[in-house]
């Protein structure tokens, strides 16, 4: 199991994990009860109940690096194009844009 916490202006928004049944992503219940909370994508919009999905969300999915630079990352980390979930959590950590994706195995 792979998990990652995204962040959206540096704020705890939610849990994205990756497990052999999928992809869940999960909302925090504290940020939900901020008056200033906001989507981390239209396609995620805020709610209390998780999000599952066989593939990686496609938010997600683009959030990872493409072309020359995708295969920087694959040849650097060793990690398959295939492995979306490990390329997310690797490229992903200060991407451009408000959500950040910091792998949880890395904080504990």
Sequence with gaps: MKQAKIQIHSQLAG???????????????SYLKQEDAEAISLTLPLTNKPYHNSVLFPFFDGLIPEGWLLGIAERSW?????????LL???????IGAVSVI????EE
Aim: glycine content about 2%; proline content about 3%.
């Design 15 to 29: 849990i994205l994990t990756e497990d052999e049944n999928g992809f869940t992503f999960c909302y925090d219940d």
């Design 89 to 95: 959590m690797a490229c992903c950590k200060d991407c």
């Design 103 to 106: 792998p949880i195995e890395e």
């Design 78 to 86: 060793k990690i398959s194009q295939r492995d979306r979930m490990s």
